[in-house]
Each structure stands twice: as C-alpha cells, then as structure tokens.
C-alpha cells in the first residue's frame, strides 16, 4: 500500500540552529514530492516540490528540502530556524499516474527562542 | 476569487442535525478536494471532483455524507444526521488542471464543525 512516514511527531529546535524535518514513502515509480506547511489558525500552504532534476529543492521562507531516491526520503530543512516558523508541516507525495495526494500525518516544528 | 474560499468558518451543530459546508474554489479551478483534519491528525480525504464530475468518493465516510458540485465551481458538503464523531476541521482545495500533475493545491481555511 502507498504511503508517507513523518516519524516525528513534533519537533523542537533553537532559534538560529538549523532544523530538519523527515519523511519517507512508498509509493511506486518517481512520483511527485511535496511539504505544507500550516500555521495556526491558518490554511495549509504549499512550500515547496520536487518534479525531477536536482535533489535538493528551494521553496519559501527559507526552506528547502532533498530527494534521496535510494532512501525513499524527502526530508524539509533549513539552515537557521525562525521562532515565526513555528507550524505544522505535512510531506505529501502523488503518484504520477494517479490525481490522489498521499499525505503524513504531520510534525509540529516548534522553535525556542 | 483571489483564494479559496469557505463558509462558514464556524459550525456548531446538535447531534442528529443536518450540516451544509461550503467551498468557493479559485476561479478557473477545474479539480477541487474536500478533506477532513481532525485534532492532531493528518489530512483525510473525501472526495475529489473534476469540474462537476466526482471520480472518486472513496474517501466518505458513510452515506451521511455527500458532496455536490455546480457550473464547475462552488462545491457544497453535506452531512446529514451529524454525530459527534464527525466534529473536525473540513478543508477545501483546488487546483487548476487536476489530475496526475505537478500542481500545488490552494486551500481554504477550513470550516470547523463541532457536532454537541
């Protein structure tokens, strides 16, 4: 069965240290990889996406995430940590053939001042 | 409109009541979702249109529940009977092609239901 891992639960970083959040998949042939991002009371908002070419991908606020093919993975990370990126991130994933988005279930990144 | 749109943002229902929820994509959206977030859970979903037509309503959860879409834009969500255990955030998305593709989606922000 297809589906998308985000292992954490929450996160939880100083401001100013870099941060990483994970996910992993299963879904078959390359599909396309996605985070969104939640803020609170907010809707869900596109970060960033990978299609095909380079692993590592740039998206908004600073964000960028990598491919790992051989991994599965398409973990989110950026260099320095903002208090304001405090949210709830979701990695999604579509099978090329298929309109459906798999989902994770969501991490909770929280950044300390 | 410039984003996706639903109403109401709000919803406090008694059990047993019928609910309508709306969703007023992005103009020009030909596929629009419906999904239900419940309290520290991920996206489930619920149904997918493409234009009027919903290819996949795999995602109800019962026969309370049903979803309707016209002129290829507004969609409106309907559960009827509600029970307690529907009382959830219910978001809406679009996109403009739909589909196997690349596209990101643009999401409401959201109608909470709580069902008493």
């Known amino acids: 069965a297809q589906s998308v891992a985000q292992p954490e639960d929450q996160v939880n970083v100083a401001e100013g240290n870099p941060l990483t959040v994970k996910c992993t998949y299963s879904v078959s042939g390359n599909p396309y990889l996605f985070w969104y991002v939640q803020y609170p009371n907010r809707g869900l908002q596109f970060l960033l996406k990978y299609i095909t070419g380079d692993n590592l991908v740039k998206g908004s606020y600073g964000f960028e995430a990598e491919f790992n093919k051989s991994q599965t993975s398409f973990h989110l990370k950026k260099p320095s940590a903002l208090v304001s990126d405090s949210a709830l991130y979701f990695c999604a994933v579509r099978d090329r053939s298929n309109y459906q988005l798999i989902w994770g279930a969501g991490t909770k990144l929280i950044i300390k001042p | 409109g410039a984003g996706v749109s639903q109403s109401p943002s709000n919803k406090v229902t008694e059990k047993g009541k019928d609910v309508e929820l709306r969703c007023d994509p992005i103009s020009g959206h030909t596929a629009l979702y419906w999904y239900r977030q419940s309290l520290g859970q991920g996206l489930e979903f619920l149904i997918y249109?493409?234009?009027?037509?919903?290819?996949?309503k795999s995602g109800l959860p019962s026969d309370r529940f049903s979803a309707e879409r016209t002129g290829g834009s507004v969609s409106t969500l309907t559960i009827q009977r509600t029970q307690q255990e529907d009382s959830a955030v219910y978001l809406c998305?679009?996109?403009?092609?739909?589909?196997?593709?690349?596209?990101?989606?643009?999401f409401g922000s959201g109608t909470q239901l709580s069902v008493l």
């Open positions: 249109f493409q234009g009027n037509s919903a290819p996949d």
């Open positions: 998305a679009s996109s403009l092609k739909g589909g196997g593709t690349n596209e990101k989606l643009f």
